[in-house]
């Protein structure tokens, strides 16, 4: 049995939708790690491990590759971690990506970011302010919390490193899309979009429209 069948039949659905757990299909896992890892990467970051099937996707694909992993909510981490995986590959992270100060940029990123609208967010200061002041975008803040994953995740490439995020595409017809637009748009960033017909059934546990953005940092 999967890890993320396992998981989701044993923690309370309320629990799985506070934090806006929908794991990824592995076929679209392969496909996404495909993508990142196709130049080479020695590193890459999942900012939202969950229960880590793109990471598995990648270290399968990739023999030497270091994964760095992240997840805020510590029930799945410690599900995730009873999943063992190869420490001596995988650096494990309990925290919040949105707030966290990196000193290491990555190769490769793959990316399932929560789905969290903005009356979800709950910080002690504006994030939307500060993720504006930072990516130089006017963020509103009406966001959903995936555009703010996207944008950090985005910023955190190598010169030739690569991304795989999958997100909904109500970000591409919605106002506050714009800033994440302009984002990809100015950075040269989105090489391919790949998305999914409204009739597609993505996520079992979720009705949600879906695309992966395909990013390249290629930009001198």
């Known amino acids: 049995m999967a890890p993320e069948v396992s998981y989701a ?6 629990h799985r939708q506070r934090y806006a757990q929908f794991f990824t299909p592995p076929k679209i896992a392969r496909l996404m790690a495909e993508w990142a890892l196709a130049g080479g990467a020695r590193t890459l970051l999942d900012p939202a491990v969950g229960m880590g099937v793109l990471a598995r996707a990648a270290l399968a694909r990739a023999s030497n590759l270091q994964v760095t992993a992240i997840e805020k909510d510590s029930v799945i981490l410690r599900a995730f971690l009873g999943t063992k995986p190869d420490f001596s590959r995988v650096e494990v992270i309990l925290g919040d990506f949105l707030t966290m100060e990196f000193c290491s ?3 490769a990123v793959l990316m399932n970011p929560p789905y969290l609208r903005h009356h979800d967010l709950s910080y002690d200061f504006d994030i939307f302010a500060e993720f504006s002041r930072k990516y130089g975008v006017q963020l509103s803040k009406l966001s959903n919390s995936y555009l703010l994953f996207t944008l950090k995740a985005a910023a955190m490439l190598n010169l030739g490193g690569r991304a795989a995020i999958i997100i909904p595409t109500e970000w591409m017809n919605a106002n506050f899309g714009s800033a ?3 984002f990809l748009i100015e950075r040269g960033l989105l090489k391919e979009m790949i998305y999914f017909s409204n009739c597609s059934e993505i996520f079992d546990d979720a009705l949600t429209t879906a695309c992966v953005l395909l990013l390249e940092n290629s930009a001198p």
């Open 105 to 107: 940029t990555f190769d």
């Open 9 to 14: 039949g044993a923690v309370p659905s309320w």
């Open 180 to 182: 994440m637009k302009l």
